[in-house]
């Protein structure tokens, strides 16, 4: 025996130092390769054919997102020192590795298109820094009568200046945001406030505030799931060796990612808290066996505990972790990589977590030894309540019924408004600086967020037709008209600002021409007087390739396709022209993520629900075991999708881990419930007894893991991200739900249908 003991002792220690290793490696592995990624190209499969398409159109047209820099003097910009800033900052940014000098636009970059004795001419709006009254004023009166710049670049009150400087995702850093941010802001004084918006800024500043908030999230979950371990399990011992397992699966979930190469993306940063609030679950069950063990067995041996705890565990929490497991793996029909990856590595760490509850939580109690408080033990004794309880509930099967058919009919009619959402700023603060930033611009110039339409056609010079350009222009005019298109961008402009200036500037002219000469003449002039590079953004050199932008004043799915349902119906008249409309830019990919995630959620729901229905139909041979004990995940999934929909909660890439997680973990407890039932209806040889024995057994100790799986969840309602907030409130519910779920309307179904009975022989 004390041989035996001995080596339970050593082959510890061995697990104690072999996990502890690997822990140091994965943690070595974290700080050297970690990285966050919020590019929104880098959330999508490449080989998608609107991301492919989008890809080469972006070459074509050097479609970039812009970084926005405005400069407001709220006594007006046309004064000698907001002038020279605006100068500075566009030529220091065009002096910058990360740009090139076509991509920075603003008053001091751009073209004053103009007519004189010459014909058409082409210059820049000033060089120099005018100083008296006279020349400022002419600089004002030139913007203002120039549409191709008001609006776009000065604000229409003449109070705010925009400079845009674009750039290519990819070419944008941590380092660069925090050096782009320190540049703009050093041309503040007391009469110019800058503002610094645009999507890059957005990614960046989400880059800096996700692991930010990761660092400050785990240790408030480990604090207070730390504390409600403490009052369930009355051991400093206990609720140690489990905070320490969990956060050691989080570890080895991070660095896995590190050592593939694969980045942290927002949705990541929920990992810890994921893992750590389902991974308590397994110390929580494990530590209740070990006690019921010493209330059995007073004098009984460590070995003998943890050998007994092993044996009777392993089977039900392999299942729990499995199905846990299924739930997440089930993300891996999403082709959104944050969903992807998230799925894969929480599995990873559910994994972990199981392996550890089954090895280093043994380990922990043969090195430093438990024993459960002896209030504890006479905590457990039956009182009667679960029984009571089993009886009420029983008696109420018909209110309960109709109970679930309301929630049903509830769940419908929420679903039905549930909405997409791939907005960026929406994981921001409403009063946030990057929030406010870009409400301030969006309401001074035509928007932050960009939308391409690509037109094409077989036939070269087909847009040097007047009819194709009146339509182009139709169609701007028409989408325009919308609150949150502030304006857009095409060859038509170009096309109506020449033939203005070539007709005295009169504004009867600002249009279209019917000639296809005359176009052509505007065009070849203009070539001659300016920089013909400048074209590049919205036509081709065939003739044949246009690009129109649209700004919109958000980046919300809800917006893009109000502008998009406008723009699709000028898509036949383009048809009978012999011109094809596609779409491009960071805004149609943003649309079409949103789809991507619906289908992946709905792919994710139905590939989980039914591999956790076979799985529990394998697991206890029937059925019928499986169906039921489905019942409470299929309504929890159902009522949470009705709760967004009722509050207007959006799916994003965070709260589409919903269903996943609600499936994961609620499924938990249906195992444990259907494994001790069926053990004791054997055992008490009555299903009621059956029923009063779980109920009291294993009933609580599903309470006391909910409780546990609800702290830790709610703990998310102080990220800075309100999605995560969202999430954590949903979960929490969901996980209520499951709980509710299992030990009324599951309950009720286990003993209706005489699950695990067997028919009585005649």
Aim: glycine fraction near 6%; charge should be neutral.
């Amino acid at each position: 025996m004390n041989c035996t003991k001995k080596k339970f002792l050593i082959g510890s220690w061995m697990v104690l130092v072999a996990v502890m290793a690997i822990t140091v490696y994965f943690t070595f592995a974290m700080t050297k390769n970690a990285r966050m990624e919020t590019n929104l190209d880098e959330y999508m499969p490449k080989t998608h054919p609107a991301f492919v398409y989008s890809d080469q159109a972006e070459e074509w047209f050097n479609i970039k997102d812009g970084i926005l820099i405005a400069i407001e003097n709220k006594n007006g910009i046309y004064n000698p020192q907001t002038l020279q800033k605006i100068k500075e900052i566009s030529e220091d940014l065009q002096a910058m590795d990360e740009f090139e000098d076509i991509d920075v636009m603003s008053i001091y970059t751009a073209d004053n298109i103009i007519g004189d004795e010459y014909g058409l001419n082409v210059k820049p709006f000033y060089k120099r820094v005018p100083q008296s009254a006279e020349q400022l004023d002419e600089i004002r009166q030139n913007v203002r009568t120039n549409d191709m710049t008001y609006g776009r670049f000065v604000s229409t009150d003449e109070t705010v200046a925009l400079i845009v400087a674009g750039m290519r995702g990819g070419d944008f850093s941590q380092e660069f945001y925090k050096e782009i941010m320190e540049f703009a802001k050093s041309f503040e004084s007391d009469d110019e406030t800058i503002y610094v918006a645009g999507r890059p800024i957005v990614e960046g500043t989400m880059a800096l505030l996700g692991p930010a908030d990761m660092k400050r999230m785990v240790p408030i979950v480990l604090l207070v799931i730390g504390i409600v371990l403490y009052l369930l399990l009355r051991s400093v011992r206990a609720t140690s060796a489990t905070l320490i397992s969990v956060f050691i699966s989080s570890i080895w979930a991070f660095g896995l990612m590190s050592v593939l190469g694969v980045p942290i993306y927002s949705v990541s940063t929920m990992i810890p808290v994921m893992l750590i609030a389902i991974g308590v679950a397994y110390g929580v069950y494990f530590y209740n066996h070990l006690s019921k063990f010493y209330i059995n067995n007073p004098d009984g041996s460590r070995t003998d505990a943890v050998l007994y705890v092993i044996k009777v565990l392993k089977a039900p929490l392999a299942m729990a972790a499995f199905t846990t497991i299924i739930g997440f793996i089930s993300l891996l029909s999403s082709q959104v990589y944050p969903i992807k990856y998230f799925g894969i590595f929480t599995a990873v760490g559910i994994l972990t977590a199981f392996i550890l509850a089954l090895s280093f939580l043994p380990a922990m109690v043969i090195i430093l030894g438990y024993r459960p408080k002896k209030e504890k033990v006479k905590a457990t004794q039956q009182d009667g309540t679960w029984e009571k309880v089993s009886d009420w509930l029983l008696n109420k099967k018909k209110g309960i019924y109709i109970s679930v058919v309301v929630v049903l009919i509830f769940s419908v009619w929420g679903i039905q408004k549930v909405w997409i959402n791939s907005s960026f700023l929406a994981n921001f603060e409403e009063n946030s600086e990057i929030v406010q930033t870009d409400r301030f611009v969006n309401s001074k110039f035509g928007g932050t967020s960009t939308l391409n339409v690509i037109l094409e056609s077989n036939d070269n010079d087909a847009f040097k037709q007047p009819t194709n350009l009146i339509l182009m222009d139709e169609m701007q005019a028409e989408t325009q008209k919308l609150a949150l298109v502030g304006n857009s961008f095409s060859l038509a402009d170009y096309i109506k600002r020449m033939n203005k200036v070539m007709n005295a500037d009169k504004d009867e002219f600002y249009s279209i021409p019917s000639s296809n000469e005359m176009i052509a003449q505007y065009l070849l002039l203009y070539e001659m007087s300016g920089d013909p590079q400048n074209l590049i953004k919205v036509i081709n050199y065939d003739y044949n390739r246009t690009n129109i932008t649209f700004q919109l004043k958000g980046d919300d799915s809800k917006t893009i396709k109000e502008a998009l349902s406008v723009i699709k119906q000028f898509e036949d008249r383009f048809k009978r022209n012999g011109i094809t409309v596609n779409y491009a830019g960071s805004g149609y990919k943003a649309l079409i993520f949103t789809d991507l995630i619906f289908e992946g959620q709905i792919m994710s729901i139905a590939i989980s629900l039914v591999l956790v229905l076979i799985l529990l139909s394998v697991m206890f041979r029937s059925i019928k075991a499986g169906l039921i004990g489905s019942t409470p995940i299929a309504l929890t999934a159902i009522f949470s999708f009705g709760v967004m929909g009722a509050l207007n909660i959006p799916l994003s890439t965070t709260t589409a881990l919903l269903s996943s997680i609600a499936i994961g973990i609620g499924i938990d407890y249906a195992i444990h419930f259907l494994q001790y039932y069926k053990e004791n209806t054997k055992v008490k040889g009555n299903k009621l007894l059956g029923i009063y024995a779980t109920m009291n057994q294993t009933g609580k100790a599903i309470l006391f893991n909910a409780v546990v799986v609800i702290s830790g969840f709610l703990v998310l309602l102080f990220s800075v991200f309100p999605p995560n907030r969202k999430l954590g409130a949903l979960v929490s519910m969901n996980m209520f739900t499951s709980l509710v779920g299992t030990l009324t309307i599951m309950m009720i179904l286990v003993y209706t249908f005489n699950v695990f009975i067997k028919p009585s022989k005649k």
